[in-house]
C-alpha cells in the first residue's frame, strides 16, 4: 500500500497547514490540499474521497478538487462519511453562495459528486481496499479510518485526543503496519490540547502505549507554530519507532 501525506505549504516544506492523505493514488483521507496538485491527472485519479470530520483544515479545497475534475457524464468523485458531516459540507459550503450546490446539479447522467453516509465500525470496500470508520475523540463527531489491503493495514485516528475504542479496535488487528497520529500542541500548551480535542507531545507519549508491538509511529498535524517545539519534545522522550511524517514522501506498507 502506498501513502503520502500530501505537503500543504508553498514552497514545499514540512510545515503542515492542510490535512490529505493519498492512498494507493485512488483514495483519499480528507481534502485538505487536494485540490492544489499541481498535475491535474493526479487529482483525475482520485475516485473515494474519505471525510474524518468537517474542520477547514480537513475539507479546504474539496470544492476546488471537484471543480478541477469535473467532466460530464456519470463519473465523478465518491464523497464518504458520517451524514452529518456530509450535510455539513453540502449546506454550509455548496450552499450557492460560498460555492455553487455541485450536490443539487448532480443528476444519474451528469454529476460532480455523490456522497455515501458511513456507519461507525461498518467496513466498506473501495478500490481493492478495505475501509473501516472508526470513533476516536474530537471537539466535534470524528471518524477515524483503517485502511487494509488484505496485505498490510495503516491507521489514520486524524484529528483526536486521548482515545479508546479506537486501539481496542486495531489491537485486534494483525497486520497493522503503521498509525499516522496527530502531536498538535507541546508540552506547554496540554490544556488546550485538551479543550480541543487534540495530543499534547505528553499526551501522545501515553496514547502509543495503549497498542503494543511493532508499529511505525508516523508524527502528523503539528501545528506550525510549535512545530519545532514538538519536534524537540518528542525526540527527548526517546519514544520506540516514532518519527515525523515527511509531506510529499510515499511510504511503502
Ligand atoms: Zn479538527
Ligand atoms: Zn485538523
Known amino acids: 500500500m502506498k501513502v503520502e501525506l500530501l505537503p500543504s505549504s508553498i514552497p514545499v516544506t514540512e510545515a503542515q ?3 490529505s492523505f493519498l492512498v494507493n493514488d485512488v483514495v483519499a483521507v ?3 490540499p487536494l485540490g492544489l496538485l499541481s498535475d491535474l491527472a493526479r487529482q483525475e485519479r482520485v475516485r473515494h474521497v474519505f471525510i474524518t470530520h468537517e474542520h477547514l483544515d480537513h475539507v479546504a479545497t474539496l470544492p476546488i478538487l471537484l471543480e478541477n475534475v469535473y467532466s460530464p457524464g456519470p463519473d465523478c468523485i465518491e464523497l464518504l462519511g458520517l451524514p452529518d458531516v456530509l ?3 453540502h449546506r454550509d459550503i455548496f450552499n450557492g453562495r460560498v460555492w455553487p450546490d455541485f450536490f443539487e446539479l448532480s443528476t444519474g447522467a451528469n454529476r460532480f459528486v455523490r456522497s455515501t453516509p ?4 461498518e ?3 473501495r478500490a481493492g481496499l ?9 471537539c466535534v463527531d470524528t471518524l477515524g479510518f483503517l485502511v487494509d489491503d488484505g496485505r498490510a493495514a495503516v491507521a489514520f485516528p486524524s484529528d483526536t485526543g486521548p482515545t479508546d475504542e479506537f486501539w481496542a479496535q486495531l489491537s485486534q488487528h494483525r497486520h497493522l503496519r503503521a498509525v499516522f497520529l496527530e502531536a498538535s500542541f507541546p508540552a506547554a500548551y496540554a490544556d488546550l490540547a485538551a479543550i480541543t480535542g487534540h495530543h499534547s507531545t505528553t499526551t501522545f507519549a501515553a496514547e502509543i502505549k495503549k497498542l503494543p508491538g511493532d508499529i511505525r509511529w508516523l ?13 524537540r519534545e518528542i525526540e527527548a522522550m526517546g519514544l520506540p519507532n ?12
Open 242 to 253: 516514532v518519527e515525523l511524517v515527511k509531506p510529499g514522501h510515499v511510504y511503502e506498507f
Open 17 to 19: 497547514f492542510l490535512v
Open 87 to 89: 450535510d455539513f459540507i
Open 219 to 231: 508524527v502528523v498535524h503539528r501545528k506550525p507554530r510549535f512545530a519545532a517545539e514538538i519536534a
Open 30 to 32: 480528507d481534502a485538505g
Open 118 to 121: 458511513l456507519t461507525v465500525l
Open 130 to 138: 478495505t475501509v473501516t470508520p472508526l470513533p476516536v475523540s474530537h
Open 123 to 125: 467496513p466498506v470496500e
